[in-house]
């Protein structure tokens, strides 16, 4: 099993685990993680991009209420 194949499985799993648990998971985050697998995005480009992500996203929640 290459590197990349294993990594889909990671995706998959995780995609799994997270819905039988009612987690849910955005489009976003499920894109970074598929390009992440696909060998696209490395480790650390993976998570600064879902960092930032959710830095926006608490920021809206502040501001929100």
């Known amino acids: 099993m290459t590197m990349q194949q294993k ?17 849910p998971v955005s489009e976003y985050a499920r894109e970074l993680s598929y390009r992440w697998a696909r060998g696209e995005l490395g480790d650390d480009d993976m998570l600064s991009a879902l960092l930032e992500s959710h830095k926006k996203l608490a920021e809206q929640v502040r501001r929100n209420g």
């Open 7 to 23: 990594r889909v499985a990671a995706v998959k799993t995780a995609d799994a685990i997270n819905a039988i648990e009612g987690v």
